[in-house]
Every structure is written in C-alpha cells, then in structure tokens.
Nanobody, 124 residues
Framework: QVQLVESGGGLVQAGGSLRLSCAASGRTFSSRHMGWFRQAPGKERAFVATISWSGGNTYYADSVKGRFTISRDNAKNTVYLQMNSLKPEDTGVYYC?????????????????WGQGTQVTVSS
C-alpha cells in the first residue's frame, strides 16, 4: 500500500515557477515508478511526467518537455515536479501517482495509487 499527499500548488503568473511535492507513506515507495498527471476543468486527466523507481529514467509529455522536471528522493519518500515558464494552459489539478514497474504505459489505468491532488492556477 502507498499513500500519497501532494502539496505546493497555488496561483502564479504566466512565466513563473512552482515546485510540487508528493509525500509517500508505505514501504514500497522506493520500488515503484512515480508519475504526475493533471486535469483541467472539463477535460480528462492527462499524463505529465514519470520517473523510474531509481530516478535514472524520466519521461515527459511533449507539452511540458523542457519546462518541467520530475525528480525523487527515496530517502525522504518524496517525488517532486519543478515547473518553470508556466503557461495558462498548465492550469489544473495536479495528481501524484504510483505504479508497479511492470506497467510501462503512461495512462491513468497503469497507476495503482493516487493522491488527492493540488490546484495549480496560472494567470495570464
């Protein structure tokens, strides 16, 4: 079992930065790949970024590549999402999620555990 709690969301102007954190509890955190998703109003939840259990591999959605950075600290049971050069279209609720390494596709269904989400609003 993994419990996830996101924090760090807020209101920021376009071009600004935010750093999201996801604190995990449970003994299996360090063996799980982690991901960030976001959901804009009226839209489906969409993949943002993922990081392997070791932190050695990362993958990003094209819309955030070069602006967002995912990282993790297994000693602190925490995964981060550094978001720079934010745009109004980045607005949404951001969710942290965990999946078994055997699942390799970046879809909502591949992830077994989810946090409650944190709101990010980017004003123009």
């Amino acid at each position: 079992q993994v419990q996830l709690v996101e924090s760090g969301g807020g209101l920021v102007q376009a071009g600004g930065s935010l750093r999201l954190s996801c604190a995990a509890s449970g003994r299996t955190f360090s063996s799980r790949h982690m991901g960030w998703f976001r959901q804009a109003p009226g839209k489906e939840r969409a993949f943002v970024a993922t990081i392997s259990w070791s932190g050695g591999n990362t993958y990003y959605a094209d819309s955030v590549k070069g602006r967002f950075t995912i990282s993790r600290d297994n000693a602190k049971n925490t995964v981060y999402l550094q978001m720079n050069s934010l745009k109004p279209e980045d607005t949404g609720v951001y969710y942290c999620a965990a999946r078994d390494p055997s699942k390799t596709i970046q879809t909502v269904g591949a992830y077994d555990y989810w946090g409650q989400g944190t709101q990010v609003t980017v004003s123009s």
